[in-house]
């Protein structure tokens, strides 16, 4: 590796693997009434969220753009970029037929295309040790791009981020907005921003200052070790709701075989990026342009919207957009 900067702790992955399932709602001994109860259940008008997971669209197989190219810093034309990126994260990254797949990855290695760069994805179960130890040029993982993060690297940022709220099925609590939460117990993983939301009035999106200026009471933070155990939380009815970010969301209703829904999902005005050493600086400015090009012919929202994502897309492509 070119680079050996030192790693710091602060930086938070989204990671979530599930499989879970799950009864919804209070047992009840009475068969009429469990026939009664399957019956409304059934009929209940939650999104069609289904299928494979790991599903892809065809990988594309884009031309250099020879003004890109010419941009390129000298050692990037005979070497390839390594990104690390988690093993399985859909539909953001995950591998499938030898190659790494999800938009997060489909976009960067598109830019690389029309900059003339080879984007090779390391695999790890801990991308970021690797970066932190220069063993890779970047990582990539839906990250949210931060003023404190910025010491760390440079961000391409790609999206805004987005909160969704996962319920068990039927929505038991008829949430349909972030105000809805206020009051009641909402279960997030620790070391995600999601729960730094329900617990600190400083943090961007905080939902404590949002149910406090709307004159109701705070949602009661359940916090979870994983992901996974923020799930069985959810699906064992320790908690009313999970929060999240879209994607994530996506794929744990896809894998819970109809167990939870998405109650709602709202864009949140913080950037999140793929993060690159910030002494590929010259690099990051060519592939910013690309992904631009991404967005201005449409393949950007072609890709995004290919693995479910329709929140938080962007009309321009910044570096190191936080400001906060």
Do not use: H, W
């Not at 040790?129 to 690297?153: H, K, P, S």
């Not at 709307?214 to 929060?243: E, F, Y």
């Not at 793929?274 to 060519?286: A, F, I, P, Q």
């Not at 962007?314 to 957009?321: A, C, E, P, V, Y």
């Amino acid at each position: 590796m070119r680079t050996s900067r030192t790693f710091l702790t602060r930086l938070l992955p989204l990671t979530l693997a599930a499989g879970l399932v799950a009864a919804c709602g209070a047992q009840v001994e009475d068969p009429e009434s469990a026939a009664a109860a399957a019956n409304t259940s059934a009929a209940c008008d939650d999104p069609d969220i289904s299928g494979d997971p790991f599903a892809a669209p065809e990988l594309l197989s884009l031309q250099a753009d020879e003004a890109l190219a010419d941009q390129v810093p000298a050692e990037f034309r005979d070497e390839p970029l390594v990104v690390g990126v988690a093993p399985d994260l859909p539909p953001i990254n995950f591998g499938k037929d030898g190659e790494q797949r999800g938009y997060e990855a489909d976009l960067l290695r598109a830019a690389g295309q029309l900059a003339g760069v080879e984007v090779v994805f390391q695999q790890s179960q801990n991308a970021l040790q690797e970066y932190g130890a220069g063993q890779v040029d970047g990582i990539a993982g839906a990250f949210t791009d931060t003023l404190e993060r910025q010491e760390l690297g440079d961000f391409i940022d790609y999206s805004t981020g987005s909160r969704a709220a996962l319920t068990q099925k039927c929505n038991p609590e008829g949430i349909e907005s972030t105000e809805d939460l206020c009051g009641l117990e909402v279960v997030a993983a620790v070391g995600t921003v999601q729960l730094a939301q329900l617990t600190d009035v400083e943090t961007p999106g905080s939902l404590l200052t949002l149910c406090e200026e709307a004159g109701l009471p705070a949602p009661i933070p359940v916090q979870a070790d994983t992901s996974v155990s923020a799930i069985t939380s959810l699906t064992a009815g320790r908690a009313d709701a999970l929060v999240t970010g879209e994607p994530i969301a996506i794929n744990a209703v896809k894998q819970s075989e109809g167990e939870l829904t998405i109650a709602y999902v709202e864009e949140l005005p913080v950037p999140v990026g793929v993060m690159l050493n910030k002494d590929l600086s010259g690099l990051t400015e060519v592939l910013a342009q690309a992904y631009q090009q991404l967005v201005d012919d449409g393949t950007y929202a072609d890709i995004m919207n290919s693995y479910g994502i329709e929140y938080g897309l962007l009309d321009t492509i910044t570096i190191n957009g936080a400001t906060s």
